[in-house]
């Protein structure tokens, strides 16, 4: 009778081991960090279907970020931003520059074309 119980436990356990293993690998991924941050946001949704000018993107970068960021953009205060859109997708990278919840950097919205040109100069660093 013991092992009837044991054996069910022991399936439950490992499938909710599974389950967690996924979790996490979907965190790490920003994958779930995607559907959390509402793709269908307004916003989100005008900002990644502008087209992007990399050049004005630089100068909106100096403007409100270099001063953290370094004027290219190596690091000061916030960290080096060389490499960024491999490590954070587009959408993290939305989130990062305007939720605010990374202290010290502020919470900061530009208009969704100035963002877009803002990705689309992160990505050529």
Not at 2 to 22: G, M, N, T, Y
């Amino acid at each position: 009778m013991a092992d009837q119980v044991a054996k069910p436990v022991s399936e439950l356990a490992k499938r909710l081991i599974i389950v967690a293993i996924c979790i996490v690998f979907l965190i790490s991924a920003g994958v779930l960090g995607v559907y959390l941050y509402k793709v269908s946001d307004p916003y989100v949704q005008e900002v990644l279907s502008a087209p992007s000018d990399p050049e004005r993107g630089k100068a909106i970068f100096q403007i409100n970020c270099a001063g953290c960021h370094g004027t290219k953009a190596d690091g000061n205060v916030g960290p080096s931003l060389h490499n960024i859109s491999e490590r954070k997708s587009e959408l993290n990278l939305i989130n990062q520059v305007t939720s605010g919840n990374t202290p010290p950097m502020p919470k900061f919205q530009p208009e969704p074309q100035d963002m877009s040109d803002l990705l689309g100069y992160l990505e050529t660093l």
